[in-house]
Nanobody, 124 residues
Framework: QVQLVESGGGLVEAGGSLRLSCTASGVIFRIDTMAWYRQTPGNQREMIAHSSRGATNYADSVKDRFTISTDFAKKTVDLQMNDLKPEDTGLYYC???????????????????WGQGTQVTVSS
């Protein structure tokens, strides 16, 4: 099993900043990608920032305001969120796609794991 633990959510005024952190642990041979997703009431979970080895990409709604940083060796991923807006309010989830054992790479078997989520609330 893989565990993902997020921290850093909270309440902030519009224009403020927050930094989310996530650490993966458990049976992990190699992490392929790490990402942050956001879910708002009545909406599906959406990817907002994604990091693979050598590339990052962002949802248009957060581009130029949010920065994802990943340390694959330490199995951590952070999300620096600047210039926060009320529409950024939601539950933020950390995601990791991992190879649990070496043979998973041979067979292309990726596991998909999620954290419990951390609440971010931006007041206007």
């Amino acid at each position: 099993q893989v565990q993902l633990v997020e921290s850093g959510g909270g309440l902030v005024e519009a224009g403020g900043s927050l930094r989310l952190s996530c650490t993966a642990s458990g049976v992990i041979f190699r992490i392929d990608t790490m990402a942050w997703y956001r879910q708002t009431p009545g909406n599906q979970r959406e990817m907002i920032a994604h990091s693979s080895r050598g590339a990052t990409n962002y949802a248009d709604s957060v581009k130029d305001r949010f920065t994802i940083s990943t340390d694959f060796a330490k199995k951590t991923v952070d999300l620096q969120m600047n210039d926060l807006k009320p529409e950024d309010t939601g539950l933020y989830y950390c995601n990791a796609k991992t190879y649990r054992v070496s043979s998973d790479i041979i067979f292309g078997q990726l596991s998909d794991d999620w954290g419990q989520g951390t609440q971010v609330t931006v007041s206007s």
